[in-house]
């Protein structure tokens, strides 16, 4: 029997006071009596309503600059004292304790504390106590105990109070189950912090947390259930992203699209310019530079015309009309964009199944951050590969030196090639790429393909030859053997970055040599499974 339980008194302790006018108004109309601390005592004051601070509940003032206030057994015992267990009974009649039937608390704002960059002391001071203690308290004994944890809750809470004078069973079990998730998220936020300000380089226990952004319509597959969770940092992304138009996005929009702007985000527009880059099965199928965002879009597309049908589009710029239009040449998925000014957003109108999304600004591609994979019985868990290289960093093992725009391309080639699926090989030419090859299990295979979709290139632009003749080639990963770096040459390559280290480096230069080919070592992978 879903039995409603009265709610005749209520404590009340917000650290966001969004909705707490309403939810406080419907409560004193209600009858509840209306306990509470600090400023939210104060704002209860202000709105004209009778309270009682809880520190006339506990005969203690709140003390320790507002550290210590709820912790006491006349607020726990009234939380936790089971209504139907004559023991519990008789020991709140002994010690004066009243039974609290709702309790309303949302915690310091540590996670938006730690997100602006505040220093350890300011992070430390706004893990809430208190707070945590109470709500499991009040969720433990949810038979008896309404526990409210977000404002989101609200309105629900006040219509089934204002229609039955109480809370269901139902109801009291769903806001425990939101309860208990809130407070592990909070310790999960906590605990990951003093683990990143290096308390543990590998922690002995890892936990990790989100909140529901959508669900969506099903995971990688229809028969998959699937849903959007958000981890709180703020990162512009698809977790700030503000969708202009077009139907809700699938679980691979979202995946596509998350490694669209991770990749164009790695050009600063500030240093390089207008950047576009095309996503297909989240592997690149062409990016460029350019000398506006419709030049840019061009140029990308023109890599792979083929690919790039269906795609996601992602620039690291505002996205004006003219490169709107261009792109509502072709089917697209997804465009995603910093912002988005009014022409483009009137053009993409028309096209109903494009969805526009603006994040607000473009995530820092150098911020650490952890990459989690889930394997059967646990998770792999790693820094996110944030590694960058410079025209510093390059060391020149070859006779034949790069030119200043050899060295130009092979760092674009390069960064273009840590967002491809492994093993990876990136053709580029003048600031674009001109072919790609992905996900292959042998390099020379990825080295194939990439030169075929050159040869494609060429064709579809009506090209006298492949511009894969002339380009500058990156690989992902050493070449272990000759053969991958030979098969380049072939296509016509010129220069060649790779991370160096196997033990062929020796036989492997010596080609590179033979072949009149300039090579340069990074001392850095990019894997990408």
Known sequence: MDEAIAVRRALISVSDKTGLDDLAGALAEAGVELLSTGGTAGRLRELGLDVRDVSDVTGFPEMMDGR?????????????????????????????????????????????????????????????????????????????????????????????????????????????????????????????????????????????????????????????????????????????????????????????????????????????????????HANPCGVALGASYSEAFARAFECDKTSAFGGIVALNGPLDGDTARAISGIFTEVVIAPEADEAAREIFAAKKNLRLLTTGGLPDPAAPRQAVRQVLGGWLVQDDDTGAIGPQDLQVVTEALPSEGQIADLLFAWTVAKHVKSNAIVYARDGRTVGIGAGQMSRVDSSTIAALKAGRMATDLGLAESPAIGSVVASDAFFPFPDGLLAAAEAGATAVIQPGGSVRDAEVIAAADEAGLAMVFTGMRHFRH
Do not use: C
């Not at 002994?94 to 350890?120: C, S």
């Not at 499991?136 to 204002?162: L, Q």
């Open 68 to 280: 210590v206030k709820t912790l006491h057994p006349a607020v726990h015992g009234g939380l936790l004292a089971l209504r139907d267990n004559p023991a519990h009974v008789a020991a709140m009649e002994a010690h004066g304790i009243g039974p609290i039937d709702l309790l309303v608390v949302n915690l310091y704002p540590f996670e938006a504390t730690v997100a602006k960059g505040a220093a350890a002391a300011e992070a430390i001071e706004n893990i809430d106590i208190g707070g945590p203690a109470m709500i499991r308290a009040a969720a433990k004994n949810h038979r008896f105990v309404g526990v409210v944890v977000d404002p989101e809750d609200y309105p629900a809470v006040i219509a089934e109070i204002g229609a039955v004078g109480g809370l269901s069973d139902t109801t009291r079990r769903r806001l425990a189950s939101v309860a208990y998730a809130r407070t592990a998220a909070y310790d999960a936020a906590v605990s990951s912090w003093f683990a990143a300000e290096g308390a543990e380089d590998v922690p002995r226990r890892r936990a990790f947390s989100g909140r529901l952004v959508q669900p969506l319509r099903y995971g990688e597959n229809p028969h998959q259930a699937a849903a959007f969770y958000t981890d709180g940092t703020g990162s512009p992304g698809l977790a700030t992203a503000v969708q202009h138009q077009g139907k809700a996005l699938s679980y691979n929009n979202i995946n596509d699209t998350d490694a669209a702007f991770r990749l164009v985000a790695e050009f600063d527009p500030k240093r390089v310019g207008p950047a576009v880059a095309i996503i297909k």
